[in-house]
């Protein structure tokens, strides 16, 4: 039974690309949050969808920013027009339920570096 | 406003050496506390979930309890494969979200 499974483990754009992360849940699992940890500091939370909604993108820049979790493949985050202070570690979650007495499972995340 | 805030930032620990790690929490409609571990280059880990204050939950070496305010993470006679950064996590249910705090880093030296 494979974990939450990311890809690229590791991610290089130039200022201005688009970056693509991707993010398969366990099996079983349909509920799908994305956190960003910048070196130094917390795990801070993004967007939580499950299976072609956005529950809540609170965490989420407006702007360049966007996320989703179609009926068939993986969760999807995107950052278009990337900056310098987009490099960070972006992990992704799953659970089976919002109440999951053992939270969510998480990937071992996307590195994403700016240059 | 939901806060988390992690004590100490950084543990330095010899071999044996017991220690407890708080997390301070303020969190609207908490349902549940959860404990995580994680390591260099990798997700975060599960370890805990408690629900109440009052309640304590073991695994090996690590204790997790928690107060109305307060979890604490006790570390008896750790060994230096402890070492890791380890992160509190309350879920809101207004919310529906996990919050966590900035972590401890633990390093536990033979």
């Known amino acids: 039974n494979a974990g939450v499974m990311q890809n690229p483990r590791h991610l290089v754009r130039r200022r201005g690309q688009e970056a693509r992360l991707r993010c398969s849940p366990m099996?079983?699992?349909?509920?799908v949050y994305w956190y960003r940890q910048l070196p130094e500091e917390g795990l801070k939370f993004m967007v939580y969808l499950q299976k072609e909604n956005i529950i809540d993108e609170s965490g989420m820049p407006k702007e360049r920013f966007s996320a989703e979790f179609p009926k068939e493949g993986p969760s999807i985050l995107r950052i278009q027009q990337v900056v310098r202070g987009d490099s960070a570690a972006y992990f992704c979650a799953s659970s089976t339920d919002s109440d999951s007495p053992y939270g969510y499972t998480f990937g071992s995340g996307t590195r994403l570096t700016v240059v | 406003e939901d806060q988390v805030t992690q004590s100490p930032e950084a543990l330095r620990l010899q071999e044996g050496e017991s220690s407890s790690l708080n997390c301070s929490y303020t969190v609207s409609g908490l349902r549940g506390l959860f404990w995580y571990r994680q390591d260099p280059g990798k997700g975060p880990e599960f370890l805990f979930t408690?629900?109440?204050a009052g309640e304590e939950k073991e695994k090996e070496r690590l204790k997790a309890t928690l107060t109305k305010k307060e979890s604490f993470l006790h570390i008896t006679a750790p060994k230096p494969e402890d070492s890791a950064t380890y992160l509190c996590a309350p879920g809101s249910s207004n919310t529906g979200k996990l919050i966590f705090g900035q972590g401890t880093t633990l390093q536990v030296k033979p």
């Open positions: 408690l629900y109440s």
């Open positions: 099996k079983g699992h349909s509920h």
